[in-house]
């Protein structure tokens, strides 16, 4: 599949796609940080057959419904408005003493870190409770304070003895 991605001066970028029906849609995110999803008429890609206005709170639930991933990159948005906030994948490697552990088990008595995702065989699982087992090759996706992700990676891989 094929994202086109257009800028529209003035008001923002359109992205477009070919549906396997053979129908174009689009969003349109404006400037102004509205989401607009928009259905083309079959017989002219430049006319406008339905639209829906989605509020930025809209525009992220759509976006988590549609594909859990998505979540994930909305994060480096937020780090750019939060300047004290760091997103980092961290590996469960094999030396970590986590590897089996539950995500709860890891991130215990940690501060000012969470995780939002965990990274699995080619899975992932968005904001996954404290019960999820981790395993060696997994990786988690954090966001928080540069310390508490830096505490959480240091304590996660280790130093080789």
């Known amino acids: ?3 086109e991605r257009v800028p529209l001066p003035g008001i923002g970028v359109s ?23 928009v ?13 829906l206005v989605l509020t930025d709170v809209e525009a992220r639930e759509v976006a988590e419904l ?22 980092a994948t961290v590996p469960v490697t094999a030396v970590s003493p986590y590897a089996g552990s539950t995500v709860g ?17 080619g899975r992932s699982t968005t904001a996954p409770e404290p019960g999820h087992r981790i395993a060696h090759g997994d990786a988690l996706v954090v966001a928080g304070t ?16």
């Open 1 to 3: 599949m094929q994202i």
């Open 15 to 37: 992205y477009t796609l070919h549906t396997t029906q053979g129908r174009l849609l689009g969003v349109v995110c404006h400037r102004s940080g509205r989401r607009e999803l």
């Open 39 to 51: 259905l083309y008429a079959p017989d002219d890609p430049d006319t406008v057959q339905r639209s």
């Open 66 to 87: 549609l594909h859990p991933v998505a979540t994930i990159e909305h994060v480096p948005d937020l780090e750019r408005r939060a300047a004290s906030l760091t997103v």
């Open 105 to 121: 088990e890891a991130v215990a008595g940690v501060r000012g870190v969470t995780v939002i995702a965990v990274l699995s065989d």
């Open 146 to 161: 540069p310390d508490g992700v830096g505490a959480l990676s240091r304590r996660l891989t280790p130093d080789d003895p």
